[in-house]
């Protein structure tokens, strides 16, 4: 054999060998590609009444405040009979129980820490002093307890609480850290809305999980660069939840505490719903709509019409966020879910027609903004810089509005969440913002390639020392450093220096 020939041999059998590894490797790629969607549609034996989680109880103290107590936990909960999984929760084994608050009332929360790790409870949406907001820097170790108060000074909303520890939020949120705050307030009580707790009013607490030999399995998986995404949903808790409801209209106050799932939620059936609030509280009227998604951390609330002796399910569609074939795939883009069945009785409760007019908007104007700033939101980053504890990224004027323009120029999904106000969605891409974004938000969704204008208010109370954050709430990137911190200051006043406590 010449040298040309056997050379020409080694040369087609590299070529064969290298074609096999490549075939090989498309195939895994498209194993692992087909493999990551998930669709429970059809599939759920809804078989478990759905749990309503327990009001908190209160107290009032001599000083007029209004205290609960929360003690973090752990525990183990049977999401399927007889299969004991550790979890962690408040005042019980997992989740936490619904606190319940009127505009204008003094809150006083003590929280105790029973668990093995520092943690925080931070009050999303709520409008409180920044060193009462249970961020990173309010650190409750273990044995420990904290006593943070405010009063309530701002609309009836759905709003949440969670642990915010640096690093860690994403474990100790998917572990069951996680419950309801609802504020009511005399515009709400006032409007014929469904609105007794449990009955046509209902909590609906969303967060996806994966089991695997008897606990929960909070590996990322492959090209998740979103996080953590499960196979299965608890609806407060509960796994394939079904409830019967009684009366015509039925509101659900869907909360989205998954770490990095975006829902996209709507009815079996394809029906309308009414919208009729968003994170900070309700509409300027209800808007009909078939779908309505949530990305991590963000609120709706809707109100469903029922047929005397149907079921209808709360599913959760393929989404349509703009994200591209492969980024929408392995974001969970594709999944479906099938998440709460509702079972009307065979008579139902008439209920009135819903008002057209829901409250007059307290978001801030355009016309008051007196300046912008720019955030650029990139995987682990955000303006080119991971989360420091000790740096202040933004100093505001107490009583100020500015406008904030968040970028995300990276191909992954990313969300906007800022502390203490509840801001107005400008513009989606210098457009007028879908009816879904009309309302009051403190957490928006930025898709890859877009930008979101949001007008955002700052009431302060001024403390150059206390930093809010601001950040992506799909929590492993807020974990990896997708966080920045802002201080309220007084006309005139510079950002002090943040210090901790707890520790
Ligand atoms: Cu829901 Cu900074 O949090
Ligand atoms: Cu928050
Ligand atoms: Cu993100």
Not at 212 to 226: L, Q
Not at 337 to 366: G, S
Request: net charge negative; with cysteine; proline share 7%.
């Amino acid at each position: 054999m010449s040298d040309g020939s056997r050379m020409r041999r080694v040369l087609v059998r590299l070529g064969v060998a290298v074609l096999v590894v490549l075939v090989g490797l498309s195939g895994a790629t498209a194993w692992v590609y087909t493999s990551a969607e998930v669709s429970t549609v059809g599939k759920v034996d809804f078989v478990r009444p759905l749990a309503i989680p327990p009001l908190a109880q209160s107290t009032v103290a001599a000083d007029g405040a209004r205290e609960f107590e929360l003690d973090m936990r752990s525990g183990s909960t049977e999401f399927r009979p007889g299969q004991a999984i550790d979890t962690w929760g408040f005042n019980g084994n997992h989740l936490g129980p619904t606190l319940r608050a009127r505009r204008g009332e003094q809150v006083r929360v003590r929280v105790r820490n029973a668990l093995p790790e520092a943690s925080t409870v931070h009050w999303h949406g709520m409008h409180v002093p920044a060193a009462m907001d249970g961020g990173p820097h309010q650190m409750v170790e273990p044995g420990a307890e904290w006593k943070p108060e405010w009063t309530v000074e701002q609309p009836a909303a759905t709003l949440w609480y969670h642990p915010h520890p640096h690093g860690a939020t994403e474990t100790h949120v998917s572990r069951g850290l996680a419950g309801m705050f609802l504020l009511d307030d005399d515009a709400s009580d006032a409007l014929a809305l469904p609105h007794t707790y449990g009955v046509d009013d209902l909590p609906v607490l969303v967060q996806d999980v994966r089991f695997r030999n008897g606990r929960f399995d909070f590996g990322h998986g492959a090209f998740r660069d979103a996080g953590f995404l499960g196979d299965e949903v608890l609806v407060n808790g509960t796994l394939a939840p079904y409830r019967e409801v009684s009366d015509e209209l039925v509101r659900l106050r869907l909360v989205n505490a998954s770490p990095a799932r975006i829902y996209n939620f709507g009815l079996s059936d394809g029906r309308d719903f009414a919208l009729i609030g968003t994170d900070g509280g309700l509409l300027e009227r209800p808007a009909q709509l078939k779908h309505v998604q949530l990305s991590p951390g963000e609120r709706a609330e809707i109100v469903v019409r029922v047929k005397p002796g149907e079921r209808v399910t709360l599913r959760s569609d393929r989404l349509d966020a703009g994200l591209d074939m492969f980024t929408n795939r392995f974001s969970g883009g594709d999944d479906r879910f099938d998440i709460l069945e509702l079972r009307a009785a065979a008579t139902l409760r008439p209920a009135p027609p819903l008002p057209d007019h829901l409250v007059t908007p307290q978001t801030p104007k355009a016309a008051d903004s007196v300046g912008e700033r720019s955030f650029e939101l990139e995987f682990g980053k955000i303006n080119g810089k991971a989360m420091d504890m000790s740096r202040i990224d933004a100093t505001v004027t107490r009583g100020t509005t500015e406008t904030w323009i968040v970028h995300n120029g990276d191909g992954t999904p990313h969300n906007f969440h800022i502390h203490d106000t509840q801001f107005a969605v400008a513009e989606v891409n210098g457009n007028q913002p879908p009816e879904s974004l009309r309302g009051p938000k403190d957490t928006v969704f930025v898709a890859p390639g877009s930008t979101v204008t949001l007008l955002v208010r700052f009431d302060g109370p001024a403390d150059p020392n206390a930093p809010y954050m601001f950040h992506c709430h799909l929590l492993w990137h807020e974990d990896l450093g997708m966080m920045g911190q802002f201080v309220v200051v007084d006309p005139g006043q510079q950002p002090g220096t943040p210090h901790h406590s707890g520790h």
